[in-house]
């Protein structure tokens, strides 16, 4: 369903990101981890058509994005780690707006965005301008509206920031059931306990390039390691242990 090949992301002479190549298929939920400044943020953007590669092919559902993108866009729902709303529209006239941009309006689509936001308590909210709402509440309604036009793909960029746990929880649920219902979901996060729980397959990216992607047994034979994704994220991505830290304050 998503499909990377070669996709490459320079700044200048900075590579961020390094020939990637990665399938994701349908009816799977897909982890994407690293450290900061790996090019996990940047990778997702180009998938979700908001930077343009340097080289490399991104295809959304078959779809080349970069040749036919609305078509490709019309099949994914993006989530970004920050969100920037329009402030001046209630929470129910952005999820009208959003929907309308994909097509769809009518009294389906404003039920499924009334069911939405009642999911995640927003019901209350529903009529109130979004600059009154709190961030947490901004992010709940960035992740409805990546739902509202049910797209095939969904895109996430670190989907817990700024989320109480009850909504966390209902998150999680929801990326299950959406994905059991044969949609596909890529998520990039650094909550590794989350990704070790949900994902169907995990890839580690560190300095641009893939180090390491498959299922937990996977990644543990290919690292030589039978503890969790930590301490596999940990061995290969050559971050600092607990023991290091001890000898860098001595030092």
């Known amino acids: 369903m998503i499909r990377l090949s070669r996709l490459t992301k320079k700044y200048g002479n900075f590579t961020a990101v390094d020939s990637i190549d990665l399938h994701v298929p349908s009816g799977e939920l897909f982890g994407f981890v690293g450290p900061n400044g790996a090019g996990k943020t940047t990778t997702l953007r ?6 343009k590669p340097t080289g490399g092919k991104v295809e959304i559902a078959g779809i080349d994005i970069a040749k036919d993108p609305i078509a490709a866009k019309a099949k994914l729902g993006f989530i970004p780690d920050r969100p920037f709303i329009y ?14 941009l994909y097509g769809e309006q009518g009294p389906e689509v404003e039920h499924r965005a009334r069911e939405l936001m009642a999911l995640f308590d927003l019901e209350e909210w529903r009529d109130e301008l ?3 709402y709190s961030h947490g509440m901004r992010q709940k309604l960035i992740v409805s509206s990546a739902f509202v036009h049910r797209p095939q793909v969904i895109v996430v960029d670190e989907p817990h920031v700024g989320l109480d746990p009850k909504s ?17 979901i890529l998520m990039s996060t650094h909550t590794l306990d989350a990704a070790e729980a949900l994902c169907d397959r995990i890839a580690i990216i560190a300095v641009g390039k893939i180090v390491a992607c498959g299922t937990m047994d996977e990644l543990r034979a290919g690292a030589e390691h039978k503890g969790g994704l930590e301490e596999i994220f940990m061995r290969l991505t ?8 001890v000898e860098v304050l001595d030092a």
Do not use: N
Not at 46 to 51: F, N, P, S, T, Y
Not at 171 to 182: D, H, I, T
């Open 46 to 51: 180009m998938i979700a058509g908001i930077l």
């Open 87 to 100: 402030e001046k529209l209630t929470g129910a006239e952005f999820l009208r707006f959003v929907a309308g």
């Open 130 to 132: 979004v600059e009154s």
């Open 168 to 184: 966390i929880k209902i998150l999680r649920e929801l990326f299950k059931e959406y994905v059991r219902r044969g949609h596909t």
């Open 238 to 245: 050559g971050q600092l242990a607990a023991r290091d830290l």
